[in-house]
């Protein structure tokens, strides 16, 4: 199991940046340690549908940026400090929402983050973006 808590939301003007941190926690099952997941972050508008806005493998080798975050939001982690991080360029009001960190058991990650293939999600942290 893996437990996540999200930081470093808030509120910003257009073109501002912020990075979102997620700490995880990850615990031993008897018998069965998952010491792999892929990560991803997620956002949800009012609304509107859960949204994957990126994911990266174990490795770090691999990540995935929705097409609506390509060239402004990046992905990546420090392993050692068991920290995930998104940071967010050139912000729109678009991409005002409540932003989730969510880990799924393996290697690899789908080919799409999509909400039900993940198993563990934090609290989220809001980000909201004025004009």
């Known amino acids: 199991q893996v437990r996540l808590v999200e930081s470093g939301g808030g509120s910003v003007q257009v073109g501002g940046s912020l990075r979102l941190s997620c700490i995880a926690s990850?615990?031993?099952?008897?018998?069965?340690?998952?010491?792999?997941?892929?990560m991803a972050w997620f956002r949800q508008a009012p609304g509107k549908e859960r949204e994957g806005v990126a994911d990266?493998?174990?490795?770090?080798?691999?990540?995935y940026h929705a097409d609506s975050v390509e060239g402004r939001f990046t992905i990546s982690q420090d392993n050692a400090k068991n920290t995930l991080y998104l940071q967010m360029n050139n912000l729109k009001p678009e991409d005002t929402a409540m932003y989730y960190c969510?880990?799924?058991?393996?290697?690899?990650?789908?080919?799409?983050?999509?909400?039900?293939?993940?198993?563990?999600w934090g609290q989220g942290t809001q980000v909201t973006v004025s004009s």
């Open positions: 990266i493998d174990v490795s770090g080798d691999t990540t």
């Open positions: 990850r615990y031993t099952i008897s018998g069965y340690t998952a010491s792999n997941y892929c």
């Open positions: 969510a880990a799924r058991p393996g290697n690899g990650c789908p080919t799409r983050p999509l909400s039900g293939l993940f198993a563990y």
